[in-house]
């Protein structure tokens, strides 16, 4: 559990906290002090900063990926499901299709046997 509590802490590392700290430098480098205060009274602050940092936050990680890989740009684990749903009609698509494999099957059987015999 705590190997899945360090993952989810480095996969918001990378993903929020990166941009949002990049986007307030930005916003320093671009506007000083100034654009910092209206970046927080903006309607969504977090989200403000972290749009602002998200381009050089993608330099920054593949800069770490370039030293460890997996390491700027984390892993992060899906569960896949497959669900097998038929309709009727591919149900009977399915029916239709094996019906004619097997008829050719047995064209192919039948001209093996002409050709072997016609072959004596």
């Known amino acids: 559990m705590a190997k899945d509590q360090l993952k989810d802490l480095h996969v918001f590392a990378m993903d929020s ?3 949002f700290g990049l986007g307030i430098v930005n916003k320093a480098k671009t506007g ?5 205060i ?4 903006a309607k969504d602050p977090f989200l403000e900063f972290q749009l602002d940092g998200e381009s050089t936050a993608k330099v920054v990680r ?3 990926d370039e030293l460890v890989p997996g390491l700027g740009h984390p892993v992060v684990s899906v569960d896949v499901t497959v669900e097998e749903n038929l309709s009727e009609t591919e149900i ?3 029916d239709t299709l094996v019906a004619t494999l097997n008829r050719i ?3 192919l059987n039948e001209l093996r046997l ?3 015999n016609d072959s004596h």
Do not use: C, T
Request: aromatic content about 12%; overall charge positive.
């Open 17 to 19: 906290a990166l941009p």
């Open 114 to 116: 002409y050709i072997k």
């Open 105 to 107: 099957d047995n064209h």
């Open 32 to 36: 000083g002090f100034k654009k910092i």
């Open 92 to 94: 009977n698509d399915q």
């Open 38 to 41: 209206e970046g927080f009274r």
């Open 62 to 64: 593949d800069k770490i």
